[in-house]
């Protein structure tokens, strides 16, 4: 049966389900034939574009996308309350003083940190809520419990006397899923938000957190959207095929867009020069000098284990495609999409989609093996989907069953979150 056919039907009830043990190993045997030269089956994207452009995120609910200029907010997002609107503009405040000490720009890649993790101000550092129905968005783990099942069977063989440290970590859903398959397993939380850490502790017993990485770690390190929300440097190549990092500025009357004064630094020109010479002008984009900074250091503070990461994203071709012009920087805001960075500054999530041969390259020349690299779709179906379907199935009811199977719709179809999503795992073995 064809792979697009078989996720269209779904998983039916249990017993009679249109998706047989059969037709899952097909559909495996199927991913596994486009693997070329990917460790484990993963298959490179760099050259199906094929409804890739119009970006997915994992959330419950497809958003909105809105685009905003300065002249013409659009009237129909949601309106924040006055504690809200006050929280903004001290942010918005600190922000402004940073780029006057600065004289008057500072790179887009500051504010971005400064949007999203200023103590107390920033979206991921102060207490609004950010996830579910009443935040911004909802992941993965908030849909239901097929992510954490294929993850723990994943992550059993490498869980070392350390257990699992997971980056982040949100709302608490995901961890709290997987201790209630690994209860006996240690669960650590890297967390720099006092707040997040207050509403995790009070969502799963058993864990604890720490501010700053371990010195070393034995088992498995696990980061599932995170490298999204890691500061970037945003790019652009202009009408006369000028090449600048582009900075923020306060225009007078709102935050707004600016062109650093050049050179571009050597190393974010280099990345760039195998593709610019293909891109239509104007052409923006990002790079994540942070996630890959961030990858060296996780991989010298692992002694023996796994690293998986989770994020939409892809490999470099397609990530600086001539036909992503505007590049992959957006903003969240109350399940919509906004494609204007300077909203509403700490209310707004703000991400950009993840380099893939970047990170494998950092995490090659950090001593990991890649052990996995496909998309999301593949690692569920090749990681035990089908054994974590029957189980969850054979504990559902009729209602159950049937969120069941759209949630591992959302998970698999390509449309949804099956192809824009990656998973890399990385391992390092002991005395390496």
């Not at 501010?211 to 190549?237: I, S, Y």
């Not at 892809?314 to 919509?336: D, I, K, M, N, V």
Request: glycine letters at 10%.
């Amino acid at each position: 049966m064809p792979r697009a056919q078989l996720l269209r039907q779904g998983f039916g009830v249990c017993g009679g389900s249109l998706i047989m043990q059969g037709e899952l190993a097909a559909f495996r045997g199927e991913l596994a034939g486009n693997g070329g030269a990917y460790p484990a089956g993963g298959a490179s994207d760099e050259n199906n574009f094929s409804g890739s452009f119009q970006e997915v995120s994992m959330r419950a609910e497809r958003p909105d996308f809105l685009t905003h200029s300065h002249g013409a907010r659009k009237i129909s997002l949601p309106v924040p309350d006055a504690e809200a609107l006050a929280h903004s503009a001290a942010l918005l405040t600190h922000i402004r003083r940073e780029i006057d000490a600065a004289g008057g720009m500072i790179p887009f890649r500051r504010y971005m940190e400064l949007a999203l993790y200023t103590p107390g101000l920033g979206y991921y550092m102060a207490g609004q809520t950010r996830f579910g129905a009443a935040g911004d968005f909802v992941t993965a783990p908030e849909m239901g419990r097929v992510l954490a099942a294929v993850l723990a069977r994943t992550l059993l063989p490498d869980l070392g006397p350390d257990g699992i440290l997971e980056f982040g970590g949100g709302s608490g859903a995901l961890a709290g899923q997987i201790r209630e398959i690994l209860p006996d397993t240690p669960y650590t939380l890297l967390e720099p938000s006092p707040d997040l850490q207050a509403r995790q502790r009070a969502a799963v017993s058993g864990i604890q957190h720490l501010q700053t990485l371990p010195e070393h770690w034995r088992g498995v390190m696990l980061a599932h959207e995170v490298l999204d929300a890691m500061p970037v440097q945003v790019l652009e190549l202009d009408a006369s095929g000028q090449l600048h990092e582009c900075g923020v500025r306060w225009n007078g009357k709102a935050l707004d867009w600016a062109m650093l004064p050049p050179p571009v630094a050597a190393p974010l020109a280099a990345r760039l020069a195998p593709y610019a010479t293909h891109w239509p002008r104007p052409y923006r984009t990002e790079i994540n000098l942070t996630a890959e900074s961030w990858l060296r250091e996780v991989a010298a503070r692992l002694d023996s284990g796994a690293i998986l990461l989770i994020d939409y994203g892809h490999e470099a071709a397609e990530f600086y495609h001539p036909q992503r012009q505007t590049g992959s920087l957006r903003a969240y805001y109350r399940h919509h999409w906004l494609d204007d960075p300077f909203y509403l500054p700490g209310l707004c999530d703000l991400t950009a989609h993840v380099d893939y041969t970047a990170l494998m390259t950092a995490a090659v020349e950090a001593g990991l093996e890649v052990a996995f690299y496909g998309h999301l779709a593949r690692f569920l179906v090749e990681h035990g989907l089908a054994e974590v379907y029957g189980t969850l199935c054979a504990q559902a009811g009729d209602d159950g069953r049937f969120a069941l199977n759209n949630e591992i719709k959302r998970l698999t179809l390509p449309q949804e979150m099956g192809e824009s999503f990656k998973v890399l795992i990385l391992k390092k073995r002991e005395n390496t």
